[in-house]
């Protein structure tokens, strides 16, 4: 209540000082007479950037700093975005989602890649990451005029001037600096399959970024031939171990992704024609399937068992799908060919 009332105060001798010179009313002049007083209520102390965000708190990191869009025109972060009142606006927060009540256990939770520059990233965001090195915290108030990735100017005044929106209150916790987002996948895959398959290296690396490890040998190894159908079971995950696709039963019931509206069972398979390429299989009835999936069942043969591995490059690139796989998100299939069921 006392914090209100000192609020209430502070907007209105903001307010009679503004009405003491009069002046053409700017598109945020009175938003930006808010936040001076929020400020002045809530975080006298803080510290106001150069576009004119507010630096609340600062955790910092000793890793690599983030620097320019073009010095890493990517980064892994973990963040929360709440409005002026406390109210969480965003998050990727497993804990957070299931104290709000938007719990899904299909969804991702979890870091996420942000890509920077004009167009992707914030320009308030963009601005508060730029010192911050990695494993550092920060929360910043950033103004609603520094929130559009619509437009882009040089100086806090034009995006003051010509830029309307909310303001909200980001925490963002820097995992990762990353000046190649592809070297740093692939890496990241290398290092995967090394420590989970013992024996395999980067140097069995199939394809730039593809891995496939044979876990069942096969009852025959023959190729399949043109025009074959054949029958598969498979699980899908990020390389963070969850789950996130299925066509087993038992499988999905386990990890909590089971839908009473899909159809479990071996899934058919349309090897490609004579003439034809891997890029021919034909998943099921499914019209668009991802490059890496396809490549993973041409190594294939009757009855094995084999885990692909693969950068986001042969899978759902920057895109990523839906809430379930993040943008850059290297996958794992673990496939098996069986019989018709």
């Known amino acids: 209540m006392k914090r209100t009332i000192l609020l209430y105060f502070a907007l209105a001798a903001l307010f009679l000082t503004g009405c003491a010179r009069p002046s053409t009313v700017g598109l945020n002049d009175a938003n930006e007479r808010y936040l001076d007083a929020w400020i002045q209520v809530n975080h006298p102390g803080a510290v106001q950037t150069a576009l004119g965000s507010y630096v609340l708190e600062d955790s910092p990191g000793t890793g690599k700093t983030a620097g320019s869009a073009e010095d890493s025109p990517y980064v892994r972060v973990e963040y929360q975005a709440r ?68 437009k882009y100017y040089e100086t806090g005044k034009e995006y003051r001037d010509n830029i309307s ?18 070297k740093w996948e692939t890496d990241s895959v290398g290092r995967y399959v090394s420590a989970t398959f013992p024996g395999h290296t980067v140097l069995d690396s199939l394809k730039y970024g593809f891995y496939y490890v044979r876990t069942g040998e096969p009852s025959e190894n023959i190729e399949f031939p043109a025009d074959t159908t054949v029958y598969l079971n498979y699980v899908l995950r990020l390389l963070n171990g969850k789950v996130v696709d299925t066509n087993v039963r038992d499988t999905a019931a386990f990890y909590n992704i089971y839908s009473s509206n899909r159809t479990y069972g071996p899934t058919t398979i349309t090897w490609y024609g004579s003439g034809g390429t891997y890029a021919d299989i034909k998943f099921g009835s499914s019209t668009s399937t991802i490059d890496g999936f396809l490549y993973a069942l ?24 839906g809430t379930v796989i993040p943008s850059y998100s290297p996958l794992r299939f673990d496939l098996e060919i069986v019989d018709k069921p």
Not at 86 to 102: N, P, R
Not at 298 to 321: C, D, I, N
């Open 83 to 150: 409005n002026l009142a406390g109210s969480v606006q965003k998050s990727c927060s497993e804990q957070m989602a299931k104290q709000l009540g938007d719990y899904d256990p299909n969804d991702y939770y979890g870091p996420v890649i942000w890509g920077r520059g004009t167009y992707l990233l914030a320009p308030g965001l963009d601005e508060a990451l730029s010192d911050m090195r990695e494993g550092g915290s920060r929360t910043v108030l950033v103004p609603g005029w520094l929130l559009s990735t619509s």
């Open 165 to 182: 929106g909310t303001p909200a209150i980001y925490e963002i916790k820097l995992h990762d600096v990353i000046p190649d987002i592809q």
């Open 298 to 321: 041409s190594q294939m043969h009757p009855h094995e068992k084999g885990t692909a591995v693969f950068y986001s490059g042969l899978g759902y690139t920057y895109r990523g799908s």
